[in-house]
Nanobody, 121 residues
Framework: QLQAYGGGLAQAGGSLRLSCAVS????????MAWFRQGPGKEREFVSA???????NYADSVKGRFTISRDNAKNTVSLQMNSLKPADTAVYYC?????????????????WGRGTEVTVSS
């Protein structure tokens, strides 16, 4: 199971930290990722981290967001800085069975319920 938390309301330019707690054997089996779905938009890739720590980011968040994982605590986090109103979305964490990350949501088998992030201007 995946449980995302840490969302909320932030002002433009502010920061939020999302975390995803993973239970079961899923966490140490593969890559983890964050996706988001804004109002009236399709779900989109935000960031991913492989089983071995390699990371990747969508161009829209590169330089502002940082993904990390703590294998001992079975958590993956997303530090979001310099937030923009365009970052407003429901954020989902996802787990893959593959060690390498993917940008494709179909490659992620397990999904959390999502946590809402609202950035005001």
């Amino acid at each position: 199971q995946l449980q995302a938390y840490g969302g909320g309301l932030a002002q433009a330019g502010g920061s939020l930290r999302l975390s995803c707690a993973v239970s079961g054997r899923t966490f140490n089996s593969g890559a983890m990722a964050w996706f988001r779905q804004g109002p009236g938009k399709e779900r989109e890739f935000v960031s991913a981290i492989s089983l071995y720590g390699a990371t990747n980011y969508a161009d829209s968040v590169k330089g502002r967001f940082t993904i990390s994982r703590d294998n001992a605590k079975n958590t993956v986090s997303l530090q979001m800085n310099s937030l923009k109103p365009a970052d407003t979305a429901v954020y989902y964490c996802a787990a893959s069975s593959f060690s390498s990350y993917s940008f494709n949501s179909d490659d992620y088998t397990y999904w959390g319920r999502g946590t809402e992030v609202t950035v005001s201007s």
